[in-house]
């Protein structure tokens, strides 16, 4: 059965830093989607960013960013130039690509706090 | 309204009653998926519909819950005889489809249930 991990419960950045979150996932499968998610106190969960395995290249958004390294089943998340806004729960998320089924399995969340 | 709506938002019961909690998705959307959310946890899958049908519903605890989509847009999640341990935040989820897109999760804010 696939798992997602992410083995730190909170992380603190500096306003303006930068931050890595970490994720590591397990799955037999060579075709799948990566997400993260980030929910904040309102509870809303929105899409940060998303990865397709069979791409090599890592995506990017603004200031989000991955490091993707399929051979480790590592996810890795890089916020840069953070801001107050991104302090919240965030997800990593795993969902195959093909047959099967296609539910999404996250894990347990990383607690981001922003600090001033 | 554009988003995923849920309702209630929050619904307080006492043990033993019968609950339901109602997802309208995202119109066009043809996936909705249930997640329960426990505080400090990740979404624990619960069930997803393709359509009307259950797609994969590996993820109902138990005999006690149950989730129907009978015109393929509203689904309703349905708790008998509550415990105490059905506490959480239940959270509905839809997409454009589980196959052929890019695989994003748009979701409600979720109905918080608080069994007495």
């Known amino acids: 059965a696939q798992t997602v991990t992410q083995s730190q419960p909170e992380m603190s950045v500096q306003e303006a830093e930068t931050v890595t979150l970490s994720c590591t996932y397990d799955t037999s499968e060579s075709d799948y989607y990566l997400f993260w998610y980030k929910q904040p106190p309102s509870r809303q969960m929105i899409l940060v960013i998303r990865?397709?395995?069979?791409?090599?290249q890592n995506a990017t958004e603004n200031r989000f960013s991955v490091n993707f390294q399929k051979a480790a089943k590592s996810f890795s998340l890089k916020i840069s130039d953070s801001q107050l806004g991104d302090a919240a729960m965030y997800f990593c998320a795993y969902r195959r690509g093909t047959s099967g089924t296609y539910k999404y399995i996250f894990g347990t969340g990383t607690r981001l706090k922003v600090l001033a | 309204g554009a988003g995923v709506s849920q309702t209630p938002s929050n619904k307080v019961t006492e043990k033993g009653k019968y609950v339901e909690l109602r997802c309208d998705p995202i119109?066009?959307?043809?996936?909705l998926y249930w997640y329960r959310q426990s505080l400090g946890q990740g979404p624990e899958f619960l069930i997803y519909f393709q359509g009307t049908g259950a797609a994969d519903d590996s993820g109902l605890p138990n005999d006690r819950f149950f989730a129907v989509r009978p015109e393929g847009s509203v689904s309703t999640l349905k708790i008998q005889r509550t415990e105490r341990g059905d506490s959480a935040v239940y959270l509905c989820?839809?997409?454009?489809?589980?196959?052929?897109?890019?695989?994003?999760?748009?979701f409600g804010e979720g109905s918080r249930l608080t069994v007495l």
């Open positions: 990865q397709e395995a069979y791409k090599q």
């Open positions: 989820a839809s997409s454009l489809s589980v196959t052929g897109n890019t695989g994003e999760l748009f």
């Open positions: 119109s066009g959307h043809t996936a």
